[in-house]
């Protein structure tokens, strides 16, 4: 029996091609954007499980006693070195601790003999336990002793590969230069282990024993901060831990506090205690410190693939459905013949889930072609057939699998197997048919959604063109940002190569800004501005625009001691006609400075456009040496400048040997800026594009279900005389009302999330209508085009045919 | 065989009661060959549908050789249905995506009967109803008289007790509508009962006994004497 329902059912697939297609096409559509989804939540919840051990790795971490803007409390995972020591002599489940120096800067330059510096990421510094807490496993050299001695590193087996061309490098030594002018650290190599293919938290190269974690700041007023990690035997209670911690904590706390002589209770007067707790390394990954977790990110992502597999599957009802009436007669016959309901239901099922099956394949190969741009675009590394979670992702399939078998297949075989013998036998299919007004509900729902995206695309299309347009107060071609300071031997010797306009510092440049604040006091009142310090050229270098006054310049000897320059949003603060006029600023003993303001300038934009240009006030300062901004901007007078790159590389290389160039433009810095907004907005258009396909998808099935009830109605019609036109129209009229009742649905909803969206940017433009109405145009066209291509069909026939049908 | 005694069956809709069975009593014979005649609507294709079992009478009684079949519940009805009778449609209700093989093999699926034999019951009908070189053709490539034999072939196969026909040959020429009819006697002869609605007297004119129904009454019985006595 399975043998011949398989075959009935193969050729009604293949008599109806066209449907099968678009039925299975429709929900490998659906799917596809699942199981995408799917392989992004497996690889960010993989992170952490590389090896079994890890699950008695914890991370300790501290409580954040800073301020913060939201008063919310938060744990940092940068701990104070000394709490190694004491979890060491007070908690002795932990059986190994290892402490981890922050990652800081680009990267650190490895100098290998004569070789040119090569700038490599996460060399991180430990002390000599980091291997006996993460358990990785030793390709060359020893994991007991790797790190034993100081001045040892142990390398991942890809950075070995990239540095020698093999992992044959023990013994082998290089210097590690941490940051310009650093005379650098000897290191010899005494170990390689296996790169893991799984995600890491604690991310690394390399990691060295300089010797630096080995011991604390002497001063107990000093604290050195870092990642501390410890491992147990076994799983631990973590609350009854945790409890433990937090009391050893306290009271080394009181401790310290006594020894330099501070009073815990004042400290502390505000009732934010010192806390200290410990979290599993796989909880790691999903809290971090301060930012929003992974999963809070991509809510609004499932939520929508979610709804778009369930629309697929709502399609392939709908589609299901309309189509049974080809099968009622075999039902009718199968019933006469003896067949059980339950039968038929699980044959109707079976051939869902066959179509499921295909669908699914489907999905999987779009998948496979998807994932690189997907990778590229969500820059992550997904993959499927590599997948470490292949087996867990096939399970998750089979799930996925087995729910839109019965949530898709169900109702049609329901309705199938439901049919009355006696009736379809002779050519009435009522029941077959019944459920239109459902049917039009979920049309107009999925319209609403489509006619939503496409406006929201529209609009997000016209606020990217703004910002991509807009002036941003400065010049962002021809400038370069090199990271490091402003070294005078150095700027002396790149301003005498042609081509360079301006060399300069500042402490606040596009995709690398800090912000300090200052009080002045002007005109009796207290008003705080943001502080940027510049050297004499930087608002030039910048190409800044002057409102009125003027910038900076050698020629006016109070330039460097007490003149500043404001930005359009501090003026508008502080009142008119300002330049000229003088403001007070009281320094740390308490005198009154006076400073004058020399010049406004248009308001630049250094961050992205959801922030707002802070109130400004620019101060020409000493920034080489020690104050060292690590932004040096070189101005061109040329577009054309590789060339003179290659000279400020040159000397470069005959003043610092031992670390690299690095650089950006500062027109990279912006695009730089505006990718996360990009990436946004390709997302849409993918869930967009396949959000309209089922959508037509959807009313095709609803076209065809119709054109099919009123197969009778509309032969009857051309015998008394309707030409084929005005049966087009008359099948387009009730749909083209479903669609703009869609419309008028999906206006104020898009405008209420469209809006909510714009208010996120400071810079922003007013909510367009245009998107409102080529979305309407747009819905209207597709769907007059996809309904019009089935009542051609119906309107063509012959009508002796459906009359002697009926 | 059958007894049926006062069989009532309603139709009801919104606004209409019509009662198409009112108050039947009907007996037939093993090895008879019954026709029911009678004007549209007075309710012989509801007294076929209800004798096969595919619709409920409100009342009555309904014996098949002593077992009461109107307290059957909808399993038990298939079950009997597909072990004791066979159909024969008007139009035909052959599986379009079936060959004329598979669309007989059906019944013998559905009767749970292992393959070799299946195989062996098939061709042997096959070969009886003449459409061997037909086997594998699918129901559109057939002749309405042609489909018509697949179709009886299909209710023939599992040798049934009691084959129903509602207007076998309606939907075919007179040629054809004859060969069919002589197919069904040919049946009675081996000892088929049958049942078969008809508008044709000519068709009628095969059978041993005419039974005339209007307004769910029977209204006339009547012997074919002819028949009979080409019988004897």
Redesign the interface.
Known sequence: ?FK?NL??AL??LL?NKVYAIINIGGLALGLTAFVLMLLYINHEESYDTWSQDLKNVYQIRERHSFFTPDNKEYWQDLSNSRVAGIIKSNVPQFKAITKIDKEWGNGFSVKINKNEPVLIKSIKDADSAFFHVFPYKFIKGNSEIALKEPNSVVLKQSLATKLYHTTDVIGKAFRLVRWLGDKGIPLKITGVVEDVNTPESVVFNAISHTGDQDHDPTDPGNSHYGEIYAKSESLLDTTLLNKNLQKVYVDFKKKSFSEQKLNFKEVYADGKMPGLKAITLKSVHLNPPFATNWIEKIKPVIGISVFLLLVSIINFVNLSTAQSVQRA??V??????????KQLLTQFLLESAAQGVIALFLSIILVEMLIPAFNHQFDVKLSFWQSEQLLTIFSELLLVFVLITLLAGFYPAWVLSGYN??SV?K?NYENGLKGIALRNVLVVFQFVISVTFIIAIGVMEMQSRYMNNKDLGFERDKVINLKTGYEENFVKRIKQIPGVKYVSTTTQVMGNAFNTSTKITFKGNDIELNRVSVTMDALQTLGVKVLSGRLFSKEYKQDTVNSVVLNEAAANLLGKNLVGQSYGFKSYDNKIISFQIVGIIKNYHNEGFDKTVLPTVYKVSNLGGSANTNNLLIRFDTDNYNGILKNIETEWKSLYPDFPMQYESLDDAFSQILLEHKRFVNMIILFSVISVSLSLLGLFALSTFVAKRRTKEIAVRKVLGASNIQIVNMLNKSFLILVMVANLISWPIAYIIVKKWLDGFAYRIEMPVLPFIVATIISVAVAVLTVSLQARKAAVSDPVNALKYE | MIKIENLEKVYKTEEVETTALNGINLYVKEGEFVSIMGPSGCGKSTLL?VM?L??KPESGSYKFIDTELLTLN??ER??F???NMG?V?Q?F??????TVF?NI???L???KVPTGERKKLVNEIIERMNIVNRSGHFPQQLSGGQQQRVAVA?ALVTKPKLVLADEPTGNLDSSHGNEVMELLCELNETGTTIVMVTHSSHDASFSNRIINLKDGHVISEKINKSRNEELI
Do not use: A
């Open positions: 029996m011949l075959k009935i050729r009604n008599k007669k075999e009718g016959v199968k019933k006469v013949l003896g067949s059980y309901k013998p006696i036998l050519g | 549908n096969g595919l619709d909808d399993r298939s079950n249905r597909k072990r159909f449609f139009n209700n052959l599986i379009d995506e079936l598979e093999e059906l019944p699926i559905y009767n299909r």
